[in-house]
T-cell receptor, first 115, second 110 residues
Framework: GAVVSQHPSRVICKSGTSVKIECRSL??????MFWYRQFPKQSLMLMAT?????????EQGVEKDKFLINHASLTLSTLTVTSAHPEDSSFYIC???????????FGPGTRLTVT | SQQGEEDPQALSIQEGENATMNCSYK?????LQWYRQNSGRGLVHLIL?????REKHSGRLRVTLDTSKKSSSLLITASRAADTASYFC??????????FGRGTSLIVHP
């Protein structure tokens, strides 16, 4: 149990375009989902926390107009990178926490490359 | 800012040996979690230990927590080449948002 999927696993896009990444909890309902960004050989940096049906809470330094997060249901959250630039190239990972649970379960990550 | 800091940053051992990784943190916590990440992949949840617990086991994994020293350790016994990965600790200070350290890169040589 507690499986989280992400789609796509890899995406290459051109500068200026937008990319949407989906995060789904497959076998549990996730009241809260988290989006992280990870650079090579670095730790995970929390970008934002999203609760179903409400606006996401962004960490300091993360542009909310650039990284649009939607948590439309208890099993789906999306991250849209708008007007992507090469510096947005990174590994984006989502995680989900189930109702009444402390553990977070992570998706497999999405490798974004902006050319 | 990062709460947990793993030590060592890198560890290289032979198959069959035990691997010990440490995590130190700065403020009081509700729980501490250990995760494994294979290169280019997502994180796999290993163990959650609560602040009122001192030790937990899961298969070949043993986690200890010393809240007086604000530290935790992850012991992998009888390591295998498949244990090669990065290991992260993450602390929850009550906000239910784990804060990750930089991780320990473990290489197990066959």
């Amino acid at each position: 149990g507690a499986v989280v999927s992400q789609h796509p696993s890899r995406v290459i896009c051109k500068s200026g375009t937008s990319v949407k990444i989906e995060c789904r909890s497959l076998d549990f309902q996730a009241t809260t989902m988290f989006w992280y960004r990870q650079f090579p050989k670095q730790s995970l940096m929390l970008m934002a926390t999203s609760n179903e049906g409400s606006k996401a809470t962004y960490e300091q330094g993360v542009e909310k107009d650039k990284f649009l997060i939607n948590h439309a249901s208890l099993t789906l959250s999306t991250l849209t990178v708008t007007s992507a630039h090469p510096e947005d190239s990174s590994f984006y990972i989502c995680s989900a926490r189930g109702v009444g649970r402390d553990e977070q379960y992570f998706g497999p990550g999405t490798r974004l490359t902006v050319t | 800012s990062q709460q947990g800091e793993e030590d060592p940053q890198a560890l290289s051992i032979q198959e069959g040996e035990n691997a010990t990784m440490n995590c130190s943190y700065k403020t009081s916590i509700n729980n501490l979690q250990w995760y494994r990440q294979n290169s280019g992949r997502g994180l796999v949840h290993l163990i959650l230990i609560r602040s009122n617990e001192r030790e937990k086991h899961s298969g070949r994994l043993r986690v200890t927590l010393d809240t007086s020293k604000k530290s935790s350790s992850l012991l992998i016994t009888a390591s295998r080449a498949a244990d090669t990965a990065s290991y992260f600790c993450a602390t929850d200070q009550g906000s239910y948002i784990p804060t990750f350290g930089r991780g320990t890169s473990l290489i197990v040589h066959p």
